[in-house]
Structure formats: C-alpha cells, structure tokens
C-alpha cells in the first residue's frame, strides 16, 4: 500500500509565508512525478506546481514568482515553499505522486488527503 502524507498546512496573512510537506510511503519502486493541486469552495481542483524526477517544474500562472516546488528523491518528499502568500491561495491543497509500485499494476496515480490553507486579508 502506497500513502502520502501533507503536513504544513495553516492560516496565515496576507503577504506571509507557508512550506507545505508530503511524504509518499509504502511498497514504492520510484516516483516519475510529485506535485501540489489546490481547491477553493466551489471551484475546480487545479494543478499549483508539479516536478519530475529528472527536474523539470510545471507552475500555474497565479504562482509563478512566488511558490517553489522541491524534492527530497531520498524521502520520498516534496515541498511547496509558498511566498507572498494572497487571500485568493485559499484552499484545501492537495499532494499527488504518479509513480511505480512493487505491485500490479505497476503504474499509480496517487492523491493525499489535503491540507487547508487559509490567508487572511
């Protein structure tokens, strides 16, 4: 079984700062892609930042300059250092890890459960 863990999530002022942590565990053979999607109520769940193991980054628009996506491939982990933070990155954030694991089938496209993040104006 393959988890992933968010940590990091919080209320903060408008123009702060949050790191947001998710740890993938179980029966993992490698990760091809971590990233970090957000909701907002009653929006559509969107991509925020994405990063592949050979360390290309995917950023939405709205974050660009301000968020940094990272990877720790020895822990399974990665981060969203998230600056300049705006009332309008209010969400639940979500990790998700498109890897291989030890059973079939082999390629799996996992989600964790969110974090919250709520910037106060």
């Known amino acids: 079984q393959v988890q992933l863990v968010e940590s990091g999530g919080g209320l903060v002022q408008a123009g702060g700062s949050l790191r947001l942590s998710c740890a993938a565990s179980?029966?993992?053979?490698?990760?091809?892609?971590m990233g970090w999607y957000r909701q907002a109520p009653g929006k559509q769940r969107e991509l925020v930042a994405a990063?592949?193991?050979?360390?290309?980054?995917n950023y939405s628009d709205s974050v660009k300059g301000r968020f940094t996506i990272s990877r720790d491939n020895a822990k399974n982990t990665v981060y969203l250092q998230m600056n300049s933070l705006k009332p309008e990155d209010t969400a639940v954030y979500y990790c998700?890890?498109?890897?291989?694991?030890?059973?079939?089938?082999?390629?799996?496209?996992?989600w964790g459960k969110g974090t919250l993040v709520t910037v106060s104006s």
């Open positions: 998700n890890a498109d890897l291989i694991r030890s059973s079939f089938p082999r390629r799996m496209d996992y």
């Open positions: 179980g029966s993992i053979i490698s990760i091809n892609v």
């Open positions: 990063l592949t193991s050979d360390g290309s980054t």
